[in-house]
């Protein structure tokens, strides 16, 4: 492990939480001033970042299209990320606040396990026909407002070779901090893009050749191995655990198919049948 | 829905958050005291309980095998529970301890947002023959020691078919109160034995006629799909998510499978990773 202080990156120590110089790590956990809240117009006065914590995900954040403009740790973790830093584009010019774990927990609201963040602006989002530039299959979301499950979505699409990530209507942020640790820093590497005007967008995945294939629980419609068959291009839409997908949005998909169930139980957590989705399709591939 | 009191149920008030009676539901969060500690011979104190919480899962508990010997719950949740309580082998004879939110929380030790438990004490462990009666697919969990993953294999064998679920070494408590939480109560459910002796015991496996398929992400083995063409009845072995399975355990096992993952990224999560074998194995009966 190089020594940092060897390296060509800017380390400023923190010893004063109050400092304003690491004002973007400041309140992760809170609802109103959470740095990386989106920057909405006219509405909440969120600041338009994106955070990725731990060494793992923070290695992903570099190597992603979110560059981050400042990170926050401790010592160890400067230590372990010592490679990944001088590979930014400029690793000067991005400080390294680097602080004893009691003056972070002072900055962050509470004490951080895993001892190293990294802050970006988020870029502006994709288009959608940006996130399908030679995509195969990709995930369609509506109304997952669960931050653990579209973390988790994520991880499965890299694991399964899923290729995009789309947001319809209701979703919760898919750049909120939790969501990106538990996609493992998936969420910063798997193209992503929003279908504001849902469903209607979804005319646009038909257009670029994708058959749209709704999930759900019925027990009429056709299993997905059968309704998968012989297609090129695939979407698969996803809803959250018990309401599922609206009607709306299965009337304007092309097929629905559902995953074979024993009777009398639960539908199966929202990322679990999307992961038995991509793999239905990496199967075959 | 009836009005409880005209149920054969013995509601007895509590008032006092020290009245011993409801004792077996006291401190549910603490390490060393909890009542859902399994009772181990000349180790820790625990009383051998088995703690459900929430409508849902106490109704599955009065389904189960697990017969509850008391409830505690606030009064709208009696009321929602009155037709399960009904059918209680013996209604009377199982005291539902009725109490508002504050006093319930100063018992429970936290504010239990589900507003009912139940209680119940631990029946003798099946043994393997037992549980593997008429199975055709089964899971075998080694190293699994996080309580969310064991419950979501619960929930997920239920959801597709899977006949049991065992436990070789290292695995965590699958009767704890947040395994049965997240399991949506298919923990009580779906027929669970311990394989003390590991990995030898596979061998029973293979004598009842299951094919032993352990799940690695070694790229070198055969997918999922070849390896359980032909089988006719399946033992899926996964192992805790980094770890993976033992070397021992692989080697006892028949055949080793993977899942195809996209290069560079990691291992799914030890829950989704046995769901999508469970599927792979639902989607061709």
Redesign the interface.
Known sequence: MPDPASLPVQIIDITDPDDERVDDFRDLNSVDRRPDLPALPGGRPGKGLVIAEGVLVVQRMVASRFAPHAFLGVDRRLGELSETLVTTDDPAAVPFYRADADVMAQVVGFHLNRGVLGVARRPAGLDVSAALAGASVVAVLEGVNDHENIG?IF??A????VDAVLFGSGCADPLYRRCVRVS?G?ALLVPLAKLPEWPGELELLAHHGFTTVSLTPDPAVP???EAVESVDKVAFLVGAEGPGLSAAAMRASHVRAR????RG?????V??AA??GF??L??S?
Chains 1, 2 share one sequence.
């Open positions: 988790s991880r499965n890299a694991g399964l070779g493992m998936h299993l997905l191995a995953i074979p169930m024993s139980t639960d539908s199966l957590n990322a679990t992961a038995i793999y239905e990496a199967r591939n």
